[in-house]
C-alpha cells in the first residue's frame, strides 16, 4: 500500500536535507577526525604505509604515497588540540540548537 506524499511534506523533507554551510564545515570537520584517528602501527602499516614506506632517495620528487604520508602525520601533529576545541564547539552548537 502506497501513502501519497503531499507538497508541504515534500517541502519539509526538502528543508531538512539542504545543503547549508555548517553541514560543509561539519563534513571538514569529520574528514579531519577521521584523518586524526588513523594510527601508524596499526592500520597504515598494514596496507603499506607505515613510516618507512614511500620516502625516496636524496634529491628525488616525493610520490604521490609519501606526500599523503606526509599529510596525514601533519594533520594529526598540528590540528591536535584545534580539533578537540572545534569539536567541543560543535557539540555544543547541537546541542543549543539541535
Keep these: 500500500m502506497r501513502m501519497r506524499v503531499t507538497q508541504s511534506q515534500q517541502k519539509s523533507r526538502s528543508a531538512n536535507m539542504a545543503f547549508t554551510l555548517y553541514a560543509l564545515i561539519q563534513t571538514a570537520i569529520l574528514f579531519t577526525n577521521a584523518i586524526a584517528v588513523l594510527h601508524e602501527e596499526r592500520f597504515l ?46 557539540i555544543v552548537l547541537l546541542l543549543l540548537f539541535g
Excluded: Y
Design 45 to 90: 602499516s598494514k596496507i603499506g604505509w607505515g613510516a618507512d614506506q614511500g620516502i625516496g632517495g636524496f634529491g628525488d620528487e616525493p610520490g604521490i604515497k609519501a606526500q599523503l604520508l606526509n599529510l596525514i602525520r601533519s594533520v594529526r601533529t598540528v590540528m591536535r588540540v584545534p580539533l578537540i576545541i572545534v569539536n567541543s564547539v560543535c
